[in-house]
Structure formats: structure tokens, C-alpha cells
């Protein structure tokens, strides 16, 4: 290939082609040929030189199917397990369908029969294998970019503030740091941890989330890390722990600020050491785990009073998140608003939300933050009468709500409070399908009033 006078080509690193053959001649001629073609060539003459070689990751193998006690398929099965980007063409003089086909299954992308009478039919053969492997592994990554995008667009806002967090998320991509997320209870820590997760080089591996703060004090560390059969009293087996079930993955710790002092020192050892023990064992065991923890106190000031340890602290902080409270970022509400409608709004008449119910959301200082908005939006849901929410039907008192007398009118339901409370008590039991709990829920009232009012309009039940 030629380029224009003057320009420069970024360098090509040469492919890396891995022969395996027991036939030093059938090598030293197969490496003449393909060497002037840009190929870094590396041999393996047995099946131990093949798993070394394999540990290298080389862009293309071309391999004998009589390398050694193992048989092809089980050759190529190994090698496509040992290195999984490797794109493999097998050799072999004896040809039949029945041999190819296994081959195929097994993992093997072509064939060459020996003796290689054509020289170019090589050459082309891995020439599409090398293409085959550039493609394959292109659309992975960007199956990833489509994953990593996907997490991140779970991420409703467009405040400043939570634009920023967003950045974070997206510059640990490629980071392995632990993260220290810092908020207010219902802000969403766990959807930032699995953003964290599902855009990192662990996304492939488990997300195991675990509330330090459910914890009961007797069995956390067993949890945590895991015990033997016969460790204690009703340990009849044995049990990997969080720690270990996360192997790979990322394990989010949420709310870690409520761990014992004797808890805290067990996981700055495992941090530390990268290796857990568990309990009634003699023997310690590696992890390979990122953590991500959460919290909803201000660590930093538990630290100075001496209720959480300093280095498991700064441990767990590498990378410090705060997600600002959704009072403090009022212009997330509408669109938080409508992706709520959107999810809960499945069977109901209720497609837009009005301009003064989204002024009265934005006006609200939302306590309990975005939880508090969904359970808001839901709880409206279940009973706005029109096909709009309104302010009216955002009072969070059922009993107060104001009846759209147009909107019933048109609806066909009788014009009193009495119809309103019917026709209320039949749509949330509707929507439940008839579960007499859930629509209590959804009515914002407790079973035994729900009880009573069916009973006073005589709905059955």
C-alpha cells in the first residue's frame, strides 16, 4: 500500500500468528510465508508450548489437530477458552466432512488441508480470520458503548449538578478505584453504583448490593465473608460470603457507615490484603472484588468524632461521590416527573402531566427525594379521574382531592362525592387486580378502611 508524498501513517502493530506443529519443517516454511506479510510469528511444537503461547493472546492460532494426546475439538475447545479473541484456523491431512464440522462447533473459524499446495489459499485464510477477529471484537466494544450508554441514560437529569456526577461516572470507565458515594436516603445511590458498574471493565460480572445496615450484628461477618460447615451453631454447610459471590464483579456496600467498629477492621483487612477469612477456616482466601460503598451520614464528620475508622475511610474514598438532595436541584423534577408517568402509568387514562402540577412538584422540598416523587406520581396515577394530572390530583390527602366535575361528566359517572369515592375504590382494585393490599396502597388508606368502604358502596371483593 502507498501514501501520498509528505504523509506520515500512524505505526501498525503486526498481528501475532501462533503455529502449533510438531513438524519443524512444515514451521520453518509456513513462517517464511507469512512473515513478509506482516505477521509477528510466535511456535508451540506441543500442547504445553500451545497453553503458553496461548497466555500471550495472539490475534490468530493455526493449529494441528495431531498436537499431542489431546484430540481437535478438545484442542480447539481449550484454546478458545484459554484465550478467547483468538481466532482459529486448524490444519490437518486428513480432511473428511464429519471432522470439519466438528471443528466448526468446536470453535474453529477455517481449515487447511496438508500438504498446502497453494500458498495464497494461506495467506487468504488468515487474512479472513484476522478480519473475522477485528470484527468480532469491534462489535463487543460496541456492545459495551451501547451498555455504558444505556447505564448512563437510567441517570434522569439535566441540573448542573447531577450533569457533574454523570462526568464521574463516565471518567471511570476505564478506573478500578473503590468510590465513596455520599447522599441523602432516596437519592438514588444505587442506581449510581450500578451506572459505576455497568460502565466499568467489570460490567461482564455480578453487581451483588448488600445494606450494612440490615445486617444483624451475630451473622454480618459470615455474610460478609463467609464460613465454614460447622462454624457455629446452624452452620450445616458451608456458605462463600458476599465478598467471594462478587468474585470479579462489584460489590456495593450501602450504607457502610453503619458497620460495627469490629466489622470495620475486618474490611479494611480484606481491602487491604485482597483476601478474606472465612469464618472456621484455617486458611485465608484471595478476592478480586471493587467496592463500591454508599452512605447517608457525613463519614468524614463520624471520623473526626471516632464513631468510623480513618483508613477504612480513606480506603473506601479513592473516588468521592455526592449526589445533591432533589431540593437542591428543583429543575429535575419535570423530567423525573414524566419518566415516573411513563413507568407507572401502564392501564391508566393518564397520559400528560399539566403545567401548575409540575410548578406544585417543583415547589415541594421532597424529603424523602426522588422516592418520595415516585410514590407521589404512582399514588396520583391511581386516581386521577382525567387523562391529564392536575395540582388537584397531587393532593397527597385522598379525602381532599377536588373532583374534575367536567372531566366525571364526561366520563359518564354521576355527579357526587359518593360516585367519585365509588368509581375511585373500583379502579384501584382494578389495577391491582384485585389484590386488596395493593390497592390500599395505591389509595394512600390502610386495608381495614379499604374494608369498610367497599363494604359501605357494596363492591365485592
Known sequence: MTHAPGTEQPARTPPTLLLADDEPELVRWLRRLVEPEGYAVREAGDAEGLRAGLEQA????????????????E????????????????MTGYPSVDSVVTCMRAGAFDYLEKPFREQHRVLQTLERALERRSLRVRNRELEGELDRRSALARIICQSPEMKRVVRVIQDLSRNESNVLIQAESGTGKELVARAIHETSPRRERCFSPVDCG????????????GYERGAFTGAVRSAPGLFRSAEGGTLFLDEVGELSPLLQSKLLRALQAREVKPLGADQVVPVDVRIVAATNRDLAADVRAGRFRSDLYYRLRV???????????????????????????QGSRVRAIE???????????????????????????????????????????????????????????????DAYERACLEEALQRANGDVSRAARMLGIGRSTLYRKLAQHDIPR
Open 319 to 345: 473516588v468521592g461521590i455526592e449526589i445533591p438532595p432533589l431540593r437542591e436541584r428543583p429543575e429535575d423534577v419535570p423530567l423525573l416527573a414524566v419518566h415516573f408517568l411513563e413507568r407507572h402509568g
Open 355 to 417: 403545567p401548575d402540577a409540575l410548578e406544585l412538584l417543583m415547589s415541594r422540598s421532597w424529603e424523602g427525594n426522588v422516592r418520595e416523587l415516585e410514590n407521589t406520581i404512582e399514588a396520583a396515577l391511581a386516581l386521577a379521574p382525567g387523562p391529564r394530572l392536575t395540582g388537584a390530583d397531587l393532593e397527597p390527602d385522598p379525602e381532599k382531592r377536588e373532583p374534575r366535575v367536567a372531566e366525571l361528566d364526561r366520563a359518564g359517572v354521576e355527579l357526587s362525592l
Open 58 to 73: 495472539p490475534e490468530l492460532l493455526l493449529l494441528d489437530l495431531r498436537l499431542g494426546p489431546l484430540s481437535g475439538p
Open 214 to 225: 440490615a445486617l444483624p450484628d451475630g451473622i454480618a461477618e459470615g455474610e460478609l465473608f
Open 75 to 90: 484442542l480447539i475447545r481449550e484454546a478458545r477458552g484459554s484465550s478467547p479473541d483468538t481466532e482459529i484456523v486448524v
